[in-house]
């Protein structure tokens, strides 16, 4: 009726304009943009991850070496912190009141609706007088941690500590992700990554401040964390722990191997250290401090150190010339003092006397037989071809070759070859007389300990060895099989007898340069080494095994600036070799005299 | 004045079905978004669910009381209605403030909005008068003799104004009070009744103006930050200056279309007009500019930028925009199902206000498309139907209600609707039956039902 009533279309068109605007919108939003959903899952899902307990690490007679504990950090939301007794808290945990205003204000700073860390890595033990009373403090929560414990408290060095890895980590292997732990050193780090597990993920829904209020989807998208896996050592706890505490305020290292397995029952550096000193919170305070000690305790004496051998060599030697054919084991030379120095003993007539005597110009005559086998009308070109075949002899009972050893940082003794002497002296410029000092295990031939350690194993075992390795068993897998494989040297067995009869007579015959390792109740072979140190006192080496007929243990032990082997070595290798096989020690005035002894002649340099 | 037939009689079946759906829809809703296990019972007085079916029963007992009246009755007190709500609404402004404002008389656990209320009345008062209107003085009658220039422009706009003061007056007191309390989204509610003044024949340049001008200052706004280069030199300009090349280069299209095809007679005019309407856009991009930088302050200036997508900050001003979005548009096509919101829930809370202005929001995550698309169409529905309402009436006062009823709809659904989807500034309105809250709800219905019962009485010529 009105003239105006056309104007209900312009209406009604805005209306379904509108309306046309928002269903496409809402298509859009709804069925076409996908970034919604993404957006929504971040709003209101959360992921969690969940760790996996590191694998525990045991020793042969399944003690636990590594455990692992939960400790608890205490973190607050500012936001929902509200009148709280802040003096009674404050007490609680053990801070002064202005410590805890500072914490709140710097919680508050970084957050006032999130999380933050009010205080870290509380143990169980404090935790348990904390805990119960977190209810009365509004905003105030704890979440777990684990952290590793050393329930026995030795083989720092062997055990390893662990810290935060770096960017370089993650950057090398893509696994590790920000504020995730790694094992840095040792076992830690060696068998990190069956140590470690695998880490699972927990979707989880959230409200608006974060809290969570329920799993997503009922976990369908969840993965569980796998727990690392444990490995067993073929350390013995207690044979450590005695080593370590008969090395006290002596600088050098003890290495014990099992002859019939190869596995390492003992690994001693001293000085040693407390693994519970690095972990978690300690390790940044304590590591400083150690690491400016000037003995330098975090030093591994018994992987990092390569001395000469001494005349513990002179097994080798030997029965390097036995072999060769170039003596027999009734050979028989002066004590020629002239040609190298030596104490006052009888002449050896034999082979078995001169391992008990140590005689050094025999070894010399012995030796230089070796080297100088007249194949070539120049002692030169003699000596080279000689000092090869006595390399490869020497390189057969596993020295100066890569270790197989199942660690880090292994030092790598050297055995002189004809390449080195040519650099030094030039081609055919050297023949024996030259380089003679080798044949009693000084000059240029240098050994770790674990080489000597070997070397007894060899003598055990009379002419084999098993690369020597720590790991004794991991859980639901198996140990690499190199470790399974007998490694013969080039020495035929029959040559070994005389030459540990000369060991036996070391300990346990008059003369014999080891008298202190003698034990009434147990056979034991060994021989003694003194270590040339020109920057002071000789180091004291000795190597042995022990019963001498089906040896359950191998020795190398090894103390700087102690004198002869015999002094110092010797006594410490006899002791632990006592209380390994029969747990008790039966001369409590020797065990005295070793504990009571400082040894430690550390001059600082300037 | 003859009395319906029965209070059944014409009305509207339609209508009360599509308010029934909206209104059992709605309270599902509030009910899988505040509900709370341990409080489950539907009708359980301390949550939202309750309370709002307390609501819902008494605006049904409203209703079918308004639908015993007699229209007459109603048509005759519409002025009372109107000042009762007036007085309400001045009075709550000595109220303690609640929220920073005063818009609420609080009872305990309940409040009443007078706000919601003073809409009834207006659209009563305004009918009434317009329905004794005789005529309605029109000022383009002559189109040919009139010269069109700026001084008549405004003498005849003057005139006009006082002739229709007392429309003025029934609008502009509500909104003044509204704005005292402050309520900008009621405010804003009432500029819908130039729908109304549109359909009785007012303001159709107005409203074509309104149109153009919002469409000049939402694109001076989107540019006004920016900078250009001028082409071909190296003169650097500021993004307004690019919309008045925009124009500029408008006006002179107009111009050679009109040289082309308008009469040399009717040129002079429509030069004038063009150059008149250029001048004055120039100057109201202006005046927009800096209304904006001065005038508005800051958090009005992010919710502009925040509609306009100048602004992404999912965590800070718009963080309950951001968060809106996500629920509605991870709703996909069907939904999460009923009661399994995950943003808009009743226990992880993402969405802000999910129960009341952005119920949609928790519609939506649940329905999906299905569900947003169903419900946006139930509400052009809604306002198609009452638009074939209005226009079905004989009485002017029934038609000029039915129109104020529909307009007012309109905004609360467009802008409720088009802030949780983004195209809309943020301004806290309720979405008609489906928001929680008692005044809403009563006054929704109580406008919806004296528009069914005047339709009822259709057929009985009153005026």
Not at chain 1, 158 to 169: A, F, P, Q, T
Not at chain 1, 261 to 285: C, H, N, Q, W, Y
Not at chain 2, 175 to 188: E, R, Y
Not at chain 2, 199 to 206: K, Q, T, V
Request: glycine share 8%; aromatic share 12%; hydrophobic share 40%.
């Amino acid at each position: 009726m009105e003239t105006y009533s056309n104007r209900k279309y312009t209406i009604s068109l805005m209306f379904i304009l509108i309306g046309l605007a928002f269903l496409f919108r809402l298509a859009y939003m709804q069925l076409i943009d996908s970034h919604w959903v993404e957006r929504a899952a971040q709003i209101s899902e959360r992921k969690v991850v969940t760790y996996p307990a590191r694998g525990i690490v045991f020793d042969r007679n399944h003690e636990k070496l590594i455990a692992n504990e939960i400790h608890y950090d205490l973190m607050v939301i500012p936001k929902k912190v509200k009148e709280i007794d802040s003096f009674a808290f404050a007490k609680l945990i053990g801070i002064p009141i202005e410590e805890y205003t500072k914490r709140i204000l710097k919680a508050k700073d970084y957050s006032y609706r999130k999380a933050s860390e009010f205080e870290k890595q509380i143990s169980p033990d404090d935790f348990t007088k904390i805990g119960p009373e977190l209810y009365k403090y509004n905003g105030f929560f704890e979440i777990e941690r684990t952290l590793r414990t050393y329930p026995k408290h030795v083989a720092g060095h062997l055990l390893g500590y662990m810290n935060e890895v770096s960017r370089r980590d993650i950057k090398r292997q893509p696994y590790y992700k920000s504020r995730d732990y790694i094992g840095r050193s040792g076992i830690e780090k060696e068998y990190e990554k069956i140590l470690r597990g695998k880490r699972g993920v927990k979707y989880l829904l959230q409200d608006a401040i974060g809290i969570s209020t329920g799993s997503f989807e009922e976990g369908k998208f969840d993965t569980l964390a796998i727990s690392g896996k444990n490995i067993t050592l073929g350390i013995d706890w207690e044979l450590q722990a005695y080593g370590e505490k008969l090395m006290q305020n002596k600088l050098g290292s003890v290495v014990a191997i099992e002859p019939s397995t190869g596995e390492i029952l003992s690994m001693v550096s001293a000085p040693s250290f407390d693994p519970d000193l690095l972990v978690g919170r300690r390790l940044g305070k304590n590591y400083g401090v150690l690491q400016r000690d000037s003995l330098k305790p975090l030093l591994n004496r018994a992987t990092g150190s390569i001395y000469p051998p001494g005349s513990t060599f002179k097994l080798i030697m030997a029965l390097s010339a036995l072999q060769e054919g170039v003596i027999t084991k009734e050979s028989g030379f002066p004590c020629t003092k002239r040609l190298v120095g030596c104490h006052n003993h009888p002449s050896a007539q034999s082979v078995q006397q001169a391992v008990k005597m140590s005689c050094n110009p025999y070894f010399y005559y012995v030796v230089k037989r070796l080297i100088q086998q007249g194949k070539e009308k120049s002692i030169y070109k003699d000596a080279a071809i000689g000092l090869n075949i006595w390399a490869d002899y020497v390189e057969s009972f596993g020295l100066g070759t890569t270790s197989q050893i199942d660690f880090g940082g292994m030092a790598k003794g050297l055995i002189p070859s004809k390449k080195y002497y040519d650099r030094v002296y030039g081609e055919y410029r050297w023949a024996f007389s030259t380089i003679f000092s080798i044949c009693i295990g000084q000059g240029e031939v240098t050994v770790s300990p674990f080489e000597m350690a070997n070397l007894a194993v060899i003598m055990a075992n009379r002419g084999y060895y098993y690369h020597p390795h720590f790991i004794k068993d991991i859980d639901g897998d198996t140990i690499p099989s190199k470790y399974l494989e007998k490694n013969y040297t080039k020495v035929d067995q029959i040559h070994f007898p005389d030459v540990i009869e000369g060991m036996y007579d070391v300990v346990n015959s008059p003369g014999g340069t080891a008298r202190r390792a003698r034990l009434d109740s147990i056979i034991v072979c060994g021989k003694t080494g003194t270590a040339q140190n020109p920057h002071g006192e000789d180091h004291s080496i000795f190597i042995a095994f022990a019963p001498k007929d089906d040896p359950k243990i191998a020795i190398a032990v090894y103390v700087e600036n102690a004198g002869f082997g015999g002094t110092w070595a010797a006594p410490i290798a006899s002791l632990m070799i006592e209380q390994y096989l029969t747990d008790s020690i039966s001369n409590p005035r020797k065990e005295k005299r070793i504990l009571d002894a400082n040894l430690i002649n550390y001059t600082k340099p300037k | 004045m003859s009395r319906g037939k029965s209070i059944i009689g014409d009305v509207d079946w339609g209508l009360i079905l599509i308010y029934l759906i909206f209104v059992s829809l709605g309270l599902s809703t509030i009910y899988s978004a505040v509900y709370e296990p341990e409080h489950a019972f539907l009708f359980d007085m301390s949550k939202e669910y309750g309370k709002q079916s307390m609501w819902i029963g008494i605006s049904l007992f409203l209703g079918f009381f308004i639908l015993l009246l007699d229209g007459s009755f109603i048509i005759k007190n519409s002025y009372w209605v109107y000042i009762v709500t007036m007085v309400l609404l001045l009075l709550v402004l000595f109220t303690k403030p609640i929220n920073g404002a005063r818009s609420w008389f609080g009872f305990g656990s309940v409040g009443i909005q007078p706000s919601e209320f003073a809409k009834i009345g207006v659209s009563l008062a305004l009918a009434r008068y317009l329905s004794m209107k005789s005529s309605i003085t029109k000022k383009r009658k002559k189109k040919s003799n009139t010269q069109l220039t700026l001084a008549n422009y405004i003498t005849s706009t003057l005139q006009a104004i006082q002739a229709n003061a007392p429309i003025l007056i029934i609008l502009g007191i509500p909104s003044m009070l509204v704005l005292l309390q402050p309520d900008a989204g009621t405010f804003i509610v009432f500029t819908s009744f130039i729908l109304v003044l549109y359909r009785e024949g007012y303001a159709g340049n107005i409203l074509l103006f309104g149109i153009v001008s919002v469409f000049i200052a939402v694109i001076t706004l989107l540019v006004a930050g920016n900078t250009f280069f001028l082409p071909f030199t190296k003169v650097m300009l500021s993004g307004k200056f690019g919309v008045f090349l925009v124009i500029l280069f408008l006006g002179l299209l107009f111009y050679f279309v009109i040289k082309k095809l308008i009469q040399p007679r009717e040129r002079k005019t429509l030069y004038k007009a063009l150059i008149g309407s250029m001048i004055i856009s120039i100057i109201f991009i202006n005046v927009v500019e800096l209304g904006y930088s001065n005038i508005l302050q800051k958090h009005h200036r992010d919710r502009i930028d925040l509609v306009l997508g100048k602004m992404e900050d999912p965590n800070g001003k718009g963080y309950n925009i951001n968060r809106a979005k996500a629920a509605i548009g991870s709703g996909g096509f069907s939904g999460k199902g009923y009661k399994q919101a995950k943003l808009a829930s009743a226990n992880q809370k993402h969405v802000p206000e999910h129960s009341t202005d952005f119920i949609f929001c928790t519609w939506s995550e649940e329905r999906g498309f299905i569900g947003s698309a169903g419900l946006v169409l139930l509400f052009m529905t809604l306002l198609i139907k009452i638009v074939l309402i209005a226009e079905r009436q004989k009485s002017r006062f029934t038609r000029v209600y039915a129109y104020s009823v529909a307009g007012i709809f309109f905004y609360h659904f467009m802008i409720n609707i088009g802030m949780a989807i983004g195209l809309a500034p943020v301004i806290g309105i309720p979405l008609p039956f489906f928001s929680y809250g008692g005044s809403g709800m009563m006054s929704f219905s109580i406008l919806l039902f004296i528009l069914i019962k005047l339709d009822a009485e259709r057929k009985v010529i009153l005026q």
